[in-house]
């Protein structure tokens, strides 16, 4: 997309309906010019979804997921959180951790409920592992939001959490 169609993008958000440009559109753009983009992004409001698993003990992923909630309401987007915390799974004993971790239908019918009764365009993930299963993500997907995950914590990938193997970084996991 050249900066002459982001520049009209930017006068329709400001002339008419902003729904008219969509989540989809804004998520291809690849401009020239960042600063008209980062312009182009604050015109617009949207409904964002933020989806997190809190560790027992507080840590710098749980300042970077309040933070972004923090910042997106700052810039005017309507923001929901979605939050479990870890250790509600200690007393739930292996098989249903297990089950849960893999596969937890409630947190899937939560999410995909949330983005439908409230029109979520956004979700972001942050740590689905262990209490929001990562079947959350497809949750969204299958509901329509644009998904994003960050991972904080790679132990899921990689039992060190480290993800080096002979001092090089792993891409693959054989």
Avoid at 17 to 41: N, W
Avoid at 112 to 120: G, L
Wanted: contains cysteine; proline residues 5%; hydrophobic residues 40%.
């Amino acid at each position: 997309m050249t900066n002459l169609s982001i520049r009209r993008l930017l006068s329709e958000s400001h002339d008419s309906d902003r729904s008219a440009v969509s989540p989809a559109l804004v998520g291809t753009l690849s401009p020239a010019d960042p600063i008209l983009f980062f312009q182009l992004q604050a015109t617009l409001a949207y409904a964002v979804l933020l989806v997190r698993s809190y560790d027992r003990l507080r840590g710098g992923k749980d300042v970077v997921f309040e933070a972004e909630a923090d910042m997106l309401e700052g810039f005017g987007h309507e923001v929901m959180c979605y939050t479990r915390r870890n250790e509600d799974m200690v007393n739930q004993g292996r098989p249903a951790n297990r089950r849960n971790t893999d596969w937890n239908r409630a947190v899937v019918d939560d999410i995909f409920r949330m983005i439908q009764e409230h029109r979520i365009e956004f979700e972001h993930s942050h740590d689905t592992f262990p209490a929001n299963s990562p079947l959350s993500i497809r949750a969204a997907h299958e509901a329509d939001a644009v998904t994003v995950q960050t991972l904080h914590n790679s132990r899921p990938l990689c039992a060190t959490a480290v993800c080096y193997r002979d001092n090089q970084p792993v891409h693959r996991w054989h």
